[in-house]
T-cell receptor, first 110, second 112 residues
Framework: SQELEQSPQSLIVQEGKNLTINCTSSKTLYGLYWYKQKYGEGLIFLMMLQKGGEEKSHEKITAKLDEKKQQSSLHITASQPSHAGIYLCGCTSGTYKYIFGTGTRLKVLA | DAGVIQSPRHEVTEMGQEVTLRCKPISGHDYLFWYRQTMMRGLELLIYFNNNVPIDDSGMPEDRFSAKMPNASFSTLKIQPSEPRDSAVYFC??????????FGQGTRLTVV
């Protein structure tokens, strides 16, 4: 079965710094989703990538799906305390089974 | 639309009791997912439905867990009997085919 692994597991950065979170799949990705979760709350959809090489941006967050479609990266520019939370990558496989990665906990120090 | 609605938001129960979690998906969505989130195991897919039919329940941990979707606007996840290791946040999500999933706010279950 398909699995998603994220790195790093946790990240603490100073406000204003850039950071990158990676998501690696055990199989080819046909749809890759990035979500953010604030502690104690539900997941909020950020963006979806489908084509190899595709790159999307939302405010200061940029995500890219590599050409081989087995890895995605999420990059935050000039991080702010509001970026803090858990970032999860998700994908659908087979019969639209929607699974998620292990998550990356981000803390931004003011 | 009000989004995916879960109830209750918090549930505290004694070991051995039956627990029922409820979910109302977004109207028009044909997929419904139940997840469990813990610190140790992250976000695990328990079961999902397509057009009210269970497609894959391989993530359901034990026979103590069961889920139903009697119609397109309602689903339940039942644990009977509950155990302390079932304590977690349970999420329901819904989506249209090939689109992003929308999540409810979750039910925080504590079994004492």
């Amino acid at each position: 079965s398909q699995e998603l692994e994220q790195s790093p597991q946790s990240l603490i950065v100073q406000e204003g710094k850039n950071l990158t979170i990676n998501c690696t799949s055990s199989k080819t990705l046909y749809g890759l989703y990035w979500y953010k979760q604030k502690y104690g709350e539900g997941l909020i959809f950020l963006m979806m990538l489908q084509k190899g090489g595709e790159e999307k941006s939302h405010e200061k967050i940029t995500a890219k799906l590599d050409e081989k479609k087995q890895q995605s990266s999420l990059h935050i520019t000039a991080s702010q305390p509001s970026h803090a939370g858990i970032y999860l990558c998700g994908c659908t496989s087979g019969t639209y089974k929607y699974i998620f990665g292990t998550g990356t906990r981000l803390k931004v120090l003011a | 639309d009000a989004g995916v609605i879960q109830s209750p938001r918090h549930e505290v129960t004694e070991m051995g009791q039956e627990v029922t979690l409820r979910c109302k998906p977004i109207s028009g969505h044909d997929y419904l997912f139940w997840y469990r989130q813990t610190m140790m195991r992250g976000l695990e897919l328990l079961i999902y439905f397509n057009n009210n039919v269970p497609i894959d329940d391989s993530g359901m941990p034990e026979d103590r867990f069961s889920a139903k979707m009697p119609n397109a606007s309602f689903s339940t996840l039942k644990i009977q009997p509950s155990e302390p290791r079932d304590s977690a946040v349970y999420f329901c999500a819904s989506s249209r085919t090939r689109e992003e999933a929308f999540f409810g706010q979750g039910t925080r279950l504590t079994v004492v």
